[in-house]
């Protein structure tokens, strides 16, 4: 472990005495000029993530961005953007496998994925 020297004037004498400051006090000191954590920086690392480890995810994001969330606060959101992601994957593949078991035109069933993803990405209600 090294130690930090920093040069402070004496009380007494005026001259100059050098104060040990240790690594973690220099660094705690330090301003933080981390960017703060937006709702878009956790849904890109979630659809990045190579597994869905919501710990890994949870920690790399708490070590990278500035947040007043707690670890546990971002891990319940990490989590339920994994659970929203593998939903919308097993919806996909049933409503792929059921228009492959029914014969239905691939161009039909394209139209049919493209219009209710469109609606649940933009809130946008047909009537």
């Known amino acids: 472990m090294t130690e930090a020297t920093v040069e402070a004037p004496g009380a ?14 220099a660094a705690s000191a330090a301003p933080d000029t981390r960017r703060s954590l937006r709702d878009a920086d956790i849904t890109y690392a979630v659809r990045l993530a190579p597994a869905p480890d919501a710990g890994a995810v ?3 994001l708490n070590s ?27 919806f996909l593949t049933e409503r792929i496998t ?17 219009r ?12």
Do not use: C, K, N, W
Request: charged share 30%; glycine share 2%; net charge negative.
């Open 98 to 114: 059921v228009a492959r078991l029914t014969d239905q035109p691939s161009d039909e069933v394209l139209d049919e994925i493209l």
């Open 12 to 25: 007494s004498t005026g001259e100059a005495r050098v104060a040990d400051v240790s690594p973690v006090a």
């Open 64 to 90: 990278s961005f500035r947040t007043t969330m707690t670890r546990e606060q971002l891990l319940y959101t990490v989590r339920l953007l994994f659970d929203l992601q593998r939903d919308t994957s097993v």
């Open 116 to 127: 209710l993803l469109r609606r649940f990405t933009t809130g946008v209600r047909r009537q």
């Open 58 to 60: 949870a920690d790399a």
